[in-house]
């Protein structure tokens, strides 16, 4: 199967070479220049970013092919790998193929070189099938992807970037199950040797746990500075000493792994330390919140994508030669059901928002808009899929639909926006 994003470069190109037009500079603007106090804005390209309103020619290509592949590749087996609780090894193969596991990486390194809107496009269409997809994705491009290209050395960029683009799936692991909802309280250790870090402790609740070759892993590296003694490290699965232990059951989005870590006395390179010491505290915190945004996108597409089959599903014969019959939204009741479940819009009076805490270098305006953008959306998704359900008149345990699946899906990721 032919890459689509490989097909998208010549466009993707044409978008980067396009230069913002010059703001012009009438005698009037000149003249208020003079008068002006606030810093000069040269070019359009200067302004505050606004609300995406469209996309792109490439942002709506990159929505249908993804659309495309989920629905003839990944929808058939998605029902067996929720039973199974295993991602099927082939379709972890074909999104590589597909460029999708590489969509921000840049083309020198063999990924796609798109933007972060085109990876959340990619996501949200992939949870409209399955969200055990999607979540897979969205920690390997917008945690682990992400964190390698701004804060990995040239070397390990070199080293890393082209294999998480083709072959190799990546694991973020901050978790640890003392820390509770305090992340950063970790009693993770890594020691400095002589030839790089020795790195001992666990983590819990880690994703992408049994396909990853590829763990980036926040230990403390001097305890007595509390957060600020947390370090990022890159971990390969074939380590001394790092293992791979119990797999967890979950509610939803079964096929998608989720295991604890264990790492007793893990000798890790200096080269492969993530950035700089001491600093892993902020680069977790920046990308976790652009991460939030990833979690939207899934709530979103799984809303859409319970409310698009509640649509379409038929009720049970009532008898084994009864004729079919014809969809439930096709009543009154249920076609008005469905009908403000699609333009529901739970209420966020911007009072209740809480307010960023200080203690961490980060813009507060957006972490908590990513956090308020990922609550917001599953409140939406669990609208959805609470009301899909009953509309259909099947069973909430029926395996007939997706709907008791994408429901369960929703209510566990409930815990990971909170």
Same mark, same amino acid.
């Given at each position: ?79 067996? =790998?929720?039973?199974?609780?295993? =991602? ?71 080293? !890393?970037?082209?294999?998480? /683009?083709?072959?190799?799936?990546? %694991? ?24 790089? !870090? ?10 992408? %746990? ?16 509390? !957060? ?54 902020? !680069? ?14 899934? =709530? ?27 969809? %439930? ?29 200080? /203690? ?22 669990? %609208?959805?899929? /609470? ?32």
């Amino acid at each position: 199967m032919k890459s689509f994003t490989r097909a998208l470069r010549p466009a993707v190109r044409r978008a980067q070479a396009v230069t913002a037009p010059r703001l012009s500079r009438t005698p009037v603007i000149q003249c208020a220049r003079t008068l002006s106090t606030t810093a000069p804005r040269r070019d359009i390209t200067d302004l505050p970013p606004t609300p995406i309103t469209h996309f792109s020619e490439v942002e709506n290509a990159m929505a249908e092919t993804v659309q495309k592949f989920a629905n003839d590749v990944i929808l058939p087996k998605v029902r067996d =790998m929720d039973e199974a609780e295993v =991602m099927d090894p082939s379709i972890v193969e074909q999104l590589f193929e597909q460029g999708i596991m590489g969509v921000e990486i840049p083309e020198e390194y063999g990924g796609a070189g798109m933007n972060f809107t085109s990876a959340i496009i990619g996501i949200e269409e992939l949870a409209r099938v399955d969200p055990s997809v999607s979540v897979m994705v969205d920690v390997h491009n917008t945690l682990v992807n992400t964190a390698v290209i701004r804060w990995g050395s040239e070397a390990l960029k070199k080293k !890393y970037l082209p294999k998480l /683009a083709t072959n190799t799936v990546g %694991s973020f692991c901050l978790s640890e199950p003392v820390s509770g909802s305090d992340a950063f309280a970790l009693a993770t250790r890594a020691v400095e040797t002589e030839h790089g !870090y020795k790195i001992n402790g666990s983590k819990m609740w880690i994703t992408n %746990s049994m396909e990853a070759d590829f763990f980036i892993v926040f230990a403390n590296i001097d305890p007595s500075k509390g !957060y600020r003694g947390i370090t990022a490290f890159i971990v390969e699965k074939g380590m001394k000493g790092f293992s791979i232990a119990k797999k967890e059951k979950k509610l939803g989005i079964r096929a998608s792994s989720t295991c604890v870590l264990n790492f007793d006395d893990v000798e890790v390179p200096k080269e492969n330390l993530l950035g700089k010491v001491g600093e892993g505290y902020k !680069y977790a915190i920046g990308i976790l919140n652009e991460g939030r945004i990833g979690i939207g996108a899934q =709530m979103t597409g799984l809303a859409l994508g319970a409310w698009e089959n509640a649509v379409n599903t038929r009720s049970p014969s009532p008898t084994p030669r009864s004729p079919p019959p014809a969809p %439930s939204s096709t009543t009154p009741p249920v076609r008005r059901r469905l009908a403000r479940t699609l333009s529901w819009t739970p209420p966020w009076p911007s009072s209740t928002l809480p307010r960023s805490p200080a /203690a961490f270098p980060v813009s507060p305006s957006s972490g908590w808009a990513a956090w308020a953008s990922s609550v917001r959306a599953w409140l939406r998704s669990s %609208s959805v899929t /609470a009301r899909s359900v009953p509309s259909t008149r099947v069973p909430a345990t029926s395996s007939l639909t997706p709907l008791p699946r994408l429901s369960r899906s929703s209510t566990l990721l409930k815990a990971v926006v909170v």
